[in-house]
């Protein structure tokens, strides 16, 4: 019986989960029991649904924001168009339009002489971005480029 869960590690999925008459549950295109996954893939083998399994995914291509050079940013703005490209509470900051996986992007963000990237939903809003810059900045320590 087909069920709404899939098999996965991380950010990749592996197989649907189908629940076979002895309760056993296996993969759906593999034929491959939990069991024998678990013994391919390692204990991280998880069942979960596609919604869990989406967070997972996005969780594993999400990364904080980081300083970064101007001309990093300076090379970003201008390998593809920007998307999403505002300036909100003295953050200047757009969205590279091409994914890297799922709705994740490259988030670039710049404000007087500091630039930033990080990786998060291509549907960030630019207010939430200019809170991120400001929230790295008022730590103390915060990195400088190198």
Known sequence: M????????????????????DGTLAGGYSGKTQAQLVEEYGPELRVGTREEFR???DAHWRAPFKEITAEAYDKALNVLPPSGWHTTDGVESFKWSERLSGTITNVFARTRDRFFTCRDDISLSPAV???????????QGSPRAA
């Not at 087909?2 to 649907?16: M, N």
């Not at 809170?131 to 900045?137: E, P």
């Open 55 to 57: 967070a997972a995914h």
């Open 129 to 139: 971005i200019a809170s991120r810059v400001h929230a790295l900045l008022a730590t």
């Open 2 to 21: 087909e069920t709404d869960k899939l098999f996965f590690v991380g950010a990749g999925a592996i197989d649907v989960v189908y629940q076979r008459d």
